[in-house]
Nanobody, 122 residues
Framework: QMQLEESGGGSVQPGDSLKLSCVASGRPYSRSVLAWFRQGPGKDREFVALIRPHGGSPFYANSVKGRFTISRDNPKNTLYLQMNDLKPEDTAVYYC???????????????WGQGTQVTVAS
C-alpha cells in the first residue's frame, strides 16, 4: 500500500515562494498520474496541478497558471510543487494525490497525503 507525505508548507508573505514536496513510500508511483489539490478555509478541495507518469503534459488550474510549477523525480519517488508569487487566496492545506487517469477530477485519485498548510498573509 502506498503512503504519501507532504512537506514544505509554511507561513509566508504575499509575493514570496515556497516549494512543496510529496514523498511516496510502499510502492513506486512511476506509472501513476500525480496531482496537487488544495482546500482553503471553508472551501471544497480543489484541483491545482497534475503531471503524467514520465513528467510530461503538466496541467494547471487557471488560478495558479504561470505562478506554480509541478514536477516529479521518479527515481526519488517525489513530487514537487514550486509556488511563486504567492497570494493570500493561495492559503490552503495542500494535498498530493496519486491516480491512473489524466484528469483534474479528484474522485479519480485513490491515494492521498495528509496535507501541508500554506498560509499567505502580510
Amino acid at each position: 500500500q502506498m503512503q504519501l507525505e507532504e512537506s514544505g508548507g509554511g507561513s509566508v508573505q504575499p509575493g514570496d515562494s515556497l516549494k512543496l514536496s510529496c514523498v511516496a513510500s510502499g510502492r513506486p508511483y512511476s506509472r501513476s498520474v500525480l496531482a496537487w489539490f488544495r482546500q482553503g478555509p471553508g472551501k471544497d478541495r480543489e484541483f491545482v496541478a497534475l503531471i503524467r507518469p514520465h513528467g510530461g503534459s503538466p496541467f494547471y488550474a487557471n488560478s495558479v497558471k504561470g505562478r506554480f510549477t509541478i514536477s516529479r523525480d521518479n527515481p526519488k519517488n517525489t513530487l514537487y510543487l514550486q509556488m511563486n508569487d504567492l497570494k493570500p487566496e493561495d492559503t490552503a492545506v495542500y494535498y498530493c494525490a496519486v491516480g491512473s487517469e489524466y484528469t483534474s477530477d479528484r474522485s479519480a485519485y485513490d491515494t492521498w497525503g495528509q496535507g501541508t498548510q500554506v498560509t499567505v498573509a502580510s
